[in-house]
Each structure stands twice: as C-alpha cells, then as structure tokens.
C-alpha cells in the first residue's frame, strides 16, 4: 500500500506493506522526530541517519523504508541496515531535500523526519585542493567514528570504554589502535569488521558501518593513516547575501548534535532561529567559531571552521542575523 506523508507544502510518497500515517504534519514537529544534516563536501556521503522508534515497539514484523527525497534530482537515498539511511549529493546539490524514515508495525506508523541541506561551499582561502583519490582524516574519517563511536558510554572522552577514545586525530592515534598502512594489525578496522555479532563495533543495537563507510576507513589506514586537510583552490570569499537558510542554518547543522532542544551544551541552541539568534546577539557564536580569546573554542575536538565560512557567518549576523 502507499502512505501519502504532507512535508509543509509537498506531498511525499513511501511504497509498504500495510501502512497507515496520518496524512497532516503539524507545523511543530517532537525534535526527537526531527533530524538534519549537511554533506561535507558535494559527492561525500553522509553519516548514517537512523530512524527515532519511540510510538510502536520494534519487532520482527516491523517494516523500515524511506519516502521519496523531494525535490527528486539532488541525490540519492539508500537504506543501509534496517532501520539507517545515507545520502549522497550528487555533486550539484542545491536545494534544502526533506524525506523520512518510516518504521510500522501493520496499520501503525512511526515517522522520522529529515531534512538534508546542500553542501556547504568549501573555504576558498586556504588554497590546499582536495584530492579525489585521498581519504581525509577530519572530512571523511572522524564524521564516521563521532556518529557511530565516540558517543557517550562508548569512546568519547568521558567513556573512554576500554581506554580508546575516538574523538580526536590524536586520541585515535594514541588509544585506537591503529597501525599505518595495516588492516590486519590494526585492532579498530578488525573491530568494525569482525562477523561476531557480540563483538563487533558498534554493538547492538547501534546499526554496524555500512560498507561504503567501512571502506573509507580501510583507505585511510591504508594510505597510512594521516592527518591530511584540504580544500579547493583560493579565491576571494563572497560574504555577499548570506542568509540563514541557505548558508547560516545548514553550517551549523553539525553543531546541533551537543546544542539542540533538550540538550543545550553550554546553554546554546542552535536547532532553531531564535536559538542561533540569541548566541549571534551575544557575541558566543562568532566568538567560539573563530577561536577569539575568552570563548572556549567550537566545535569540540574537531578542526576550527574556515576562514571564509567564518567571514559568511559573521557577515550575517553584521547584517542584522535576519531569519531570511
């Protein structure tokens, strides 16, 4: 059967078994119900979005698919799992895509949903060119192991289960175990690929690495496991109508894991406009993002933003930090 999903004012569609959904979205959606992220570069593929199961109990029966991305053309949508998705821009992406996860037992739905922003345009004043052929640790490596590892009870720096830590270039190198140019002598790529299911990494019910994931790890161990960063060439950095939907919000995407509703990390919320507003007005936004002394410098254990990203933010809230 189909269910007809309304996203504000797009009618979406996912092909299932006995499925029923009620046809109206309420303009308020339960953050817990509501996910969104930015690709880091125009082909990389996401990390893995799960879906959020807290109105049916999850059994054999249940049934896990997608609704069609829309607007259609700005990517693809693959299942990875059960319950996960990815995407994967297709190097053009420009529009804000909404899609969802749906998971349902018979006639009862539970709905997730997603919003995938464009990929941000690169920092253009740092002039170091990304190499298609190579794996960087901060753009391709960390995103994996912070979503599917370093989380807490497990390897974040407060865990620190089994004394490894996978938050950090530096911490994965002193406690992950891992040996440049090795797969086989490297404990975290055995851990991540090991075929018993009471010891593979990350253990139930966390969703394993997909392969495309796996393999991006396997590269970097291979290439020898270095700290490379890049970006495209240089040029000016355009800091000329920077709005917050289309440039301020998806930046800052990667920020909501620590500073959302229900988990303001340093009393910052930047889920929602008023939230981003409130720190912009403040001084705590910029400040943290540019590392200025007397802020603790953002984002937490990971590299500082770009130059011209920086700029872009900073020209927006110069501008008045508009809701545009």
């Not at 953002?298 to 900073?314: A, E, L, V």
């Amino acid at each position: 059967m189909v269910c007809k999903l309304r996203i504000g004012c797009m009618w979406i569609f996912a092909v299932m078994v006995g499925c029923s959904h009620d046809s109206t979205i309420p303009d308020i959606i339960p953050i817990s119900t509501y996910k969104t992220i930015t690709p880091t570069c125009p082909t990389c593929i996401t990390t893995l979005l799960c879906a959020t199961v807290d109105d049916i109990v999850v059994n054999n029966s249940t049934i896990f698919s997608t609704t069609k991305p829309q607007p259609e053309g700005q990517g693809s949508w693959q299942m990875e799992g059960t319950s996960c998705a990815t995407w994967t821009p297709d190097g053009n992406q420009t529009e804000i895509v909404t899609t969802a996860l749906i998971a349902c037992n018979d006639e009862v739905c539970d709905t997730t949903f997603i919003t995938i922003f464009p990929p941000l345009p690169v920092d253009t004043e740092t002039g170091i060119p990304c190499k298609v052929d190579v794996i960087y640790f901060e753009k391709d490596v960390l995103p994996i192991l912070s979503a599917s590892c370093a989380y807490s009870g497990c390897h974040n720096a407060v865990s620190r289960k089994d004394g490894i830590i996978l938050d950090t270039y530096a911490n994965v190198m002193n406690t992950g175990k891992v040996k440049p140019g090795n797969l086989k002598g490297s404990k975290l790529y055995e851990a991540i690929t090991e075929t018993d299911s009471d010891d593979i990494m990350p253990p139930k019910p966390a969703v394993k690495l997909s392969n495309a994931q796996i393999d991006i790890v396997a590269k970097w161990i291979l290439q020898g496991a270095k700290n490379e960063t890049c970006d495209f060439n240089s040029a000016p950095c355009n800091t000329d109508n920077i709005s917050f939907n289309n440039f301020v919000r998806p930046a800052l995407a990667s920020c909501t894991s620590c500073h959302k509703t229900g988990n303001t990390s340093g009393g910052i919320n930047l889920d929602t406009y008023n939230g981003v507003k409130s720190a912009a007005e403040s001084g705590r936004l910029y400040g943290a993002l540019s590392w200025a002394s007397g802020f603790k410098p953002m984002p937490q254990g990971g590299s500082k933003f770009g130059d011209c990203n920086i700029k872009k933010i900073k020209s927006w809230i110069d501008a008045g930090a508009q809701n545009n």
